[in-house]
């Protein structure tokens, strides 16, 4: 089993709409969990992050978590073609052997389409 | 500001040649990382700098050499390189490496192409 799956996509909306982003994670002392965006050719960029149970929004962005279900997902709102990139889920534990390690899901590649 | 830097953005070299990435960040941070991206695959880590102490080595072929000078920079000098170590190599730092809410910024990266 994957430490960090998230759905394989890729995933195509329209322009308007909202993309859901799905994540599960393995290991239940996770603590910290970030989603990344990441344009082809460019740097993973921190758009999310979510340690309590619940929702966190920020603008366009909600982000879900819930603990006992190990899960953890990213919804965006009003779609923007801007936002076509790869998500990258990212769960990090809570020290120890697993001192500021992320590890990654496999990404998700989102497309909105005009 | 979450700026970290990188140079050099794009970099080729031959198997035999001696190369060197540089990081710098100036936000304070004591929690550096070196990561190694293919295409089609995420951020998989390679070290780890803790307070310019290398905590995490995620056994790394020794032709990577990780080198933090001081708070603000880290290196990855590279020597004897195979081709299938062509990659975007990420930097990415962090304010304090063990805590909840500790969260990592990521450079632009150095492309790297091993000839």
């Known amino acids: 089993q994957k430490e960090v799956e998230q759905n394989s996509g890729p995933l195509s909306v329209p322009e308007g709409a909202i993309a859901s982003l799905n994540c599960t994670y393995s290991d239940r002392v996770s603590q910290s969990f970030f989603w990344y965006r990441q344009y082809s050719g460019k740097s993973p960029e921190l758009i999310m992050s979510i340690y309590s149970n619940g929702d966190k929004e920020d603008g366009r962005f909600t982000a879900q978590l819930n603990k006992a279900s190990q899960y953890v997902s990213l919804l965006i709102r009003d779609s923007q073609p801007s936002d076509s990139a790869t998500y990258l889920c990212a769960v990090k534990g809570p020290g120890g052997t697993s001192y500021g390690k992320l590890t990654f899901g496999q990404g998700t590649i989102l497309t909105v389409h005009p | 500001d979450t700026e970290v830097t990188q140079t050099p953005k794009h970099l080729v070299m031959g198997m035999t040649n001696k190369k060197s990435l540089k990081c710098e960040q100036h936000?304070?941070?004591?929690?550096m990382y070196w990561y190694k991206q293919k295409a089609k695959k995420p951020p998989e880590l390679m070290f780890v700098y803790s307070y310019e102490k290398l905590s995490i080595n995620e056994s790394v072929p020794s032709r990577f050499s990780p080198e933090c000078p001081n708070s603000s920079l880290l290196n990855l000098h590279l020597h004897a390189l195979q081709p299938e170590d062509s990659a975007l190599y990420l930097c990415?730092?962090?304010?304090?490496?063990?805590?909840?809410?500790?969260?990592?910024?990521f450079g632009p990266g150095t492309r790297l192409t091993v000839l």
């Open positions: 990415a730092s962090s304010q304090l490496g063990q805590a909840v809410t500790d969260t990592q910024y």
């Open positions: 936000m304070g941070h004591r929690a």
